[in-house]
């Protein structure tokens, strides 16, 4: 194709001219597309039973009040409050509740949850390399993906972000979070995993302290 | 509950309230199966799809960073399933069941067994993209968006986008050209 009918090509996939002010030849091939493309073209209602079963499902498995409750705290609200707040707010929250009754439910239905030591946290370093980056967070499953998660510090305009922070025993899985928007995977870390929702992730393991 | 926003309904959903996420339920539902349709799966495997993704969306909605946009993410978690299901081989043959179904209750199954033969090789050309070119195809052609929205439900730049769309259109018109000439030619 040369170059004039591959801009006029684009033009005409962004929008800008209209089918018929394309070049004759483009014109036709792009009418046989939209013709044959067309055929498949369904206007198709998704099945009655679908939303039912749906609901049906969420109905079964409601989603927990802790995870409710620690949302309503750290996601972003009318009101103003620091993230760094929010987080307090959050673990505050996520402490006093690990006091109360379990919200979720149980495989043995009405007994008592068998009382359970909790780990103590371990502080781990993490290390970004972004290099004019204005601010980079760490998010991950162990604070419920709060986007803003958990800011690192530049190392003297050297690119280089650093944070330590105290993560729970377990695997868990994480991203950065580059100017608030890039979701990044740890270049220093194994091989991410996708979360079924379009973005990588990168895998932790925090062993637990020894006593 | 219908005339709220996204963002209302998202915000009442994380509150607890299931007729909240119903509501956007009822409000994607049918896009979203068309354009999993659209993608190749047969109806059964459509719904599958999105039942996941519904139920997904509903569990992770903290994931969820911009509830004004909330179409768009469910959009991804929904391409997403769409991908894993086409990677694992899910059932196109079953498009061919429903072709069989068709031409059994048209009243003129000679012209109907000549329609139904040309969506096959449609549906088989647009099969061989890559699963990008597909999807930008399926987006531009099938459901009428533009470039720019495209690129944003595909995570992609519009540059990226109309280089999908002329690979696309090479490939398309390399095999649908014979079926063009058989069409004039009869």
Redesign the interface.
């Known amino acids: 194709m040369n170059r004039m009918n591959?801009e006029r090509?684009?033009a005409y996939?962004?929008?800008e001219i209209p089918l018929e002010e394309l070049p004759a030849a483009l014109r036709d091939?792009e009418r046989?597309?939209?013709d044959?493309?067309?055929?498949?073209?369904?206007?198709?209602?998704?099945?009655a039973?679908?939303?039912g079963?749906?609901?049906a499902?969420?109905?079964r498995r409601?989603?927990s009040r802790l995870?409710?409750l620690v949302?309503?705290l750290v996601?972003p609200r009318p009101i103003s409050v620091s993230p760094a707040m929010g987080g307090a707010l959050a673990a505050a929250v996520v402490a006093v509740l690990l006091l109360l009754p379990a919200g979720e439910p149980t495989d043995r239905a009405g007994e008592p949850a068998a009382a359970v030591a909790t780990p103590d946290p371990v502080v781990t370093r993490f290390v970004f390399v972004a290099p004019g980056a204005s601010q980079v967070s760490l998010t991950g499953d162990w604070v419920?993906?709060d986007?803003d998660g958990i800011s690192l510090t530049e190392l003297r305009g050297s690119g280089v972000w650093t944070v330590d922070v105290p993560v729970p025993p377990g695997v868990h899985e994480y991203s950065f979070v580059v100017d608030g928007t890039e979701w990044r995977p740890d270049p220093l870390a194994g091989e991410p995993v996708?979360d079924?929702?379009?973005r990588a992730n990168s895998v932790l393991m925090v062993a637990a302290a020894e006593a | 509950m219908q005339t709220l926003s996204d963002r209302e309904l998202v915000e009442r959903a994380r509150s607890g309230s299931h007729d909240a996420f119903g509501a956007l339920v009822e409000r994607y539902q049918d896009p979203l199966f068309r354009y999993a349709r659209h993608m190749g799966f047969a109806e059964a495997d459509a719904r599958d799809i999105l039942q996941d993704a519904f139920i997904r969306a509903f569990r992770h909605l903290d994931r969820c960073s911009d509830p004004d946009r909330f179409d768009g993410w469910l959009f991804k978690i929904t391409a997403n399933l769409c991908r894993t299901a086409a990677s694992k081989g899910a059932n196109r043959d079953e498009h061919g069941l429903e072709e069989v179904m068709l031409l059994e209750t048209n009243p003129d199954p000679e012209t109907a067994a000549e329609a139904s033969s040309r969506r096959r090789r449609i549906r088989a050309a647009l099969a061989e993209l890559p699963e990008d070119q597909r999807q930008a195809t399926v987006l531009f052609y099938l459901e009428g968006y533009g470039v720019k929205e495209i690129a944003e439900r595909a995570e992609a730049s519009p540059s990226a986008i109309k280089m999908r769309l002329k690979r696309a259109r090479e490939s398309l018109k390399a095999a649908l050209r014979p079926l063009e000439d058989e069409v004039r030619s009869a």
């Open positions: 591959d090509l684009e996939l962004e929008g091939e046989m597309l939209s044959a493309l067309g055929m498949l073209r369904e206007d198709v209602r998704a099945p039973a679908l939303k079963a749906v609901m499902e969420i109905a409601p989603r995870r409710a949302e309503w996601l419920d993906w986007p996708d079924g929702f379009g």
